[in-house]
T-cell receptor, first 113, second 111 residues
Framework: EAGVAQSPRYKIIEKRQSVAFWCNPISGHATLYWYQQILGQGPKLLIQFQNNGVVDDSQLPKDRFSAERLKGVDSTLKIQPAKLEDSAVYLC???????????FGPGTRLTVL | GEDVEQSLFLSVREGDSSVINCTYTDSSSTYLYWYKQEPGAGLQLLTYIFSNMDMKQDQRLTVLLNKKDKHLSLRIADTQTGDSAIYFCAESKDSNYQLIWGAGTKLIIKP
C-alpha cells in the first residue's frame, strides 16, 4: 500500500511570495489533515478535511493560508503572502475512521527568507 | 484543559532499555499513540493503545497505560543507534478524531 505522498520536499522563498504544497493521501482514506511543525515543537493542526468538506480550520490563519480538497482525494495548501514565521515543516496525514490512526507523509520543509 | 507533556530529552547507553514517559489530561481519550520522527523525516507511527488496555507489546516495544494517573510510557528494549529520534506521544479525542500532541522527547544513544 502506498503511503501519503507530498511535494515538494523542500521549498525556499522570500517573504511576501506565495507557495503551494500538494498532498496525496493513502487510497481510501476519507480524512486528511494538514499540520505545521516548527522546529522543536509537536505538530500543530491547521485544517482537517472529511472527504471534500472542512471539519476544522480553527487554527488556520485564513488571512494568508488556504487549503482545498476539491474531489475528496488530493489536497493543496497555499500560503500567500508568506512571512518569516511561516518557516516550518508542513505535514500531511490521512486516516480512515474509526480508529483515527493517522499516517503521515514525509513533509515539506519551507524556508522563508 | 488539553495538554500532553513529555520530557524533552532522554539519554541511554546502547543496549540498555529506554523508557519514554508522557502524561495527558483528558480522561475521555480513546486512543493513545507513539510516533517516531527521525531527522528530516515525517512522523512514523510506532504503536498505539486503546484506552481500555493496560499494556501492549510489539517486539522491542512495550506500551504501558495507567489511566488513573493519565500516564503513558514507551519502553524500547535493547536500544540501538537506529532508535535515535524524537518520540511523540499523542492522545485522540473521540469527538472529532483530532490528536493532541506532546512536544516530543529526543532520545540520545550513547555508545
Amino acid at each position: 500500500e502506498a503511503g501519503v505522498a507530498q511535494s515538494p520536499r523542500y521549498k525556499i522563498i522570500e517573504k511576501r511570495q506565495s507557495v503551494a504544497f500538494w498532498c496525496n493521501p493513502i487510497s481510501g482514506h476519507a480524512t486528511l489533515y494538514w499540520y505545521q511543525q516548527i522546529l522543536g515543537q509537536g505538530p500543530k493542526l491547521l485544517i482537517q478535511f472529511q472527504n471534500n468538506g472542512v471539519v476544522d480550520d480553527s487554527q488556520l490563519p485564513k488571512d494568508r493560508f488556504s487549503a482545498e480538497r476539491l474531489k475528496g482525494v488530493d489536497s493543496t495548501l497555499k500560503i500567500q503572502p508568506a512571512k518569516l514565521e511561516d518557516s516550518a515543516v508542513y505535514l500531511c496525514a490521512s486516516s480512515s475512521d474509526p480508529t483515527n490512526t493517522q499516517y503521515f507523509g514525509p513533509g515539506t520543509r519551507l524556508t522563508v527568507l | 484543559g488539553e495538554d500532553v507533556e513529555q520530557s524533552l530529552f532522554l539519554s541511554v547507553r546502547e543496549g540498555d532499555s529506554s523508557v519514554i514517559n508522557c502524561t495527558y489530561t483528558d480522561s475521555s481519550s480513546t486512543y493513545l499513540y507513539w510516533y517516531k520522527q527521525e531527522p528530516g523525516a515525517g512522523l512514523q507511527l510506532l504503536t498505539y493503545i486503546f484506552s481500555n488496555m493496560d499494556m501492549k507489546q510489539d517486539q522491542r516495544l512495550t506500551v504501558l497505560l495507567n489511566k488513573k494517573d493519565k500516564h503513558l510510557s514507551l519502553r524500547i528494549a535493547d536500544t540501538q543507534t537506529g532508535d535515535s529520534a524524537i518520540y511523540f506521544c499523542a492522545e485522540s479525542k473521540d469527538s472529532n478524531y483530532q490528536l493532541i500532541w506532546g512536544a516530543g522527547t529526543k532520545l540520545i544513544i550513547k555508545p
